[in-house]
């Protein structure tokens, strides 16, 4: 069992690293004050999805439906009004994935 620390040591040091967030990313990603466990999860894997599409052009247009889909997700979470930093989310995977269609259908 002493191999596995190490392990997953040299999983996470080859691991690539994240790209910067700019300030517009920024600003999108910004912490929900206090959400219960169960949005928390669901914007952290939206949150993956999100910077991993930053960082990869080639698969970023699918990324972000997977973000948008995982924060429509934890919207439904709420009874009430829902918060701006998650409707935000929301908003940028939306504009982004126009941006990336309208992109693809000009190079076609």
Excluded at 6 to 19: E, N, Q, Y
Excluded at 35 to 55: E, N
Aim: with cysteine; aromatic share 4%.
């Amino acid at each position: 069992m002493k191999v596995l620390p190490l392990v997953l040591l040299c999983l996470a040091a080859c691991a690539s690293p994240r790209p910067p967030l700019g300030p517009e990313d920024a600003h999108v990603l910004r912490p929900l004050s206090d959400p219960p466990d169960d949005v928390r999860r669901l914007v952290d894997r939206g949150d993956d999805f999100f910077v991993q599409a930053i960082g990869n052009p080639g698969a970023a247009l699918d990324l972000y439906a997977k973000a948008r889909a995982s924060y429509l997700e934890a919207q439904t979470h709420y009874s009430g009004i829902v918060p701006a930093p998650l409707l935000d989310r929301v908003k940028a995977c939306v504009t982004r994935i126009a941006a990336l269609q309208r992109e693809q259908h000009r190079t076609r």
